[in-house]
């Protein structure tokens, strides 16, 4: 579920204000304007006559990212009041951002701030999830990139198992990463999956994923099948619930 815009909000700001209190407890400026954006390029931007930090929503997946991005936008915010440059000396990572950003990194013991802040979908999402339906018509792939769309297509593929008149119908999940995965799919597939940060979709007939998953299904997950119709609308009534939920 996506979290209210304004506790997003104010998650913005209680990370800023860390950064402040721990980095530049002696400095008075004005508090930015905080705006969540789906941002095309990059998790986070600063505007720098509007005072303004921009923050993409898919950061909230993660207290990592978001702390890692408000920071960097944060230092930008120091350098444009404090020194004037902002992002005018080397597209605003110049001497002075690099400095912080060696301290923070340095008093944080890992790479807090870099230079470039990726695209939303690669930087987030870490986990994807393979969903195979192995039935009387054939073999169906299915790929989802966060727990909730999981469970979506996990439901989805369960009750089609359920009710098909096929012996014995399959279905699993494999957990993977976006190494792994984009080495599994052709290019094309790749591309689209990096760059639209797509929540979920059809892989389609593929003879490495196949393989892919003969070699890890020890570590796959078994979905029980429901032998009665009666028992599969359960997952009909839940996969319902679950779109108009999202629909809304």
């Known amino acids: ?28 400026i004005p508090t930015p304007t905080f705006r969540i954006r789906k941002l095309r390029k990059a ?27 408000v920071w960097h936008e944060a230092i930008h915010h120091v350098d444009r009041l404090l020194y004037g440059t902002g992002k005018r000396e080397n597209k605003g990572h110049g001497k002075f951002f690099v400095e912080q950003m060696n301290r923070v990194n340095k008093k944080e013991g890992r790479d807090v701030i870099t230079v470039k802040l990726t695209k939303p979908f690669e930087r987030v999402a870490k986990k994807y999830f393979l969903h195979f339906f192995f039935g009387a018509d054939g073999v169906f792939i299915m790929w989802s990139n966060t727990p909730l769309n999981k469970l979506a297509i996990t439901g989805a593929l369960v009750y089609h198992a359920a ?41 389609g007939d593929d003879t490495k994923l196949y393989r892919f998953f003969d070699t890890q299904k020890k570590t796959a997950e078994k979905h029980a099948v429901p032998d009665s119709d009666a028992v599969a609308k359960l997952y009909e009534g839940a996969l319902d619930a679950y779109l108009k939920k999202r629909l809304k």
């Open 43 to 69: 998790v986070g931007s600063y505007r720098i006559l509007a005072q303004e930090i921009n923050i993409h929503p898919d950061c909230f997946m993660s207290k990592k990212t978001l702390r890692d991005t």
């Open 1 to 28: 579920m996506a979290l209210p815009r304004k506790k997003a909000l104010v998650r913005i700001e209680k990370e800023y204000n860390l950064f402040m209190k721990k980095y530049f407890p002696k400095e008075t």
């Open 163 to 203: 009710t098909e008149r096929s012996e014995n119908p399959e279905v699993y999940t494999l957990e993977t990463d976006l190494a792994a995965f984009t080495k599994l799919v052709d290019p094309i597939t790749a591309k689209v999956f990096r760059t639209q940060n797509i929540p979920m979709g059809h892989i």
